[in-house]
């Protein structure tokens, strides 16, 4: 059973910062990939940033590159996106999505089968 839990979603203003979490109860999850997600009202869901559960190696859109950082604690089963100058186009529902580790780490939601409820981020201008 795989269960993944968001928070940290909220609103703020541009420029500023906000750090989402995911716990995940996955059984031996350092063989997973994890990705965050992002799905704007009337858009389709695109991916922002993911990582290999186990390493270092991680991937990120070219629209958060050097904005948002993705990182894990693995004692706490926990990966983090953290958000910094925030710009109103980031606004989305974010989700967190994992799926049993490939070498290369995906990009399409399609290839994540476990997902997140996900969480609301709002930026204002």
């Known amino acids: 059973q795989v269960q993944l839990v968001e928070s940290g979603g909220g609103l703020v203003q541009a420029g500023g910062s906000l750090r989402l979490s995911c716990v995940a109860s996955?059984?031996?999850?350092?063989?997973?990939?994890v990705g965050w997600f992002r799905q704007a009202a009337g858009k389709e869901r695109e991916f922002a940033a993911g990582?290999?559960?186990?390493?270092?190696?991680?991937r990120y859109a070219d629209s958060v590159k050097g904005r948002f950082t993705i990182s894990r604690d693995t004692a706490k089963n926990t990966v983090y996106l953290q958000m910094n100058s925030l710009k109103p186009e980031d606004t989305a529902v974010y989700y967190c999505a994992t799926d049993p580790y490939r070498l290369v780490l995906p990009t399409n939601s399609a290839e994540y089968q476990y997902w997140g409820q996900g969480t609301q981020v709002t930026v204002s201008s």
């Open positions: 990582m290999h559960w186990r390493g270092t190696s991680t």
């Open positions: 996955v059984h031996n999850i350092s063989t997973y990939v």
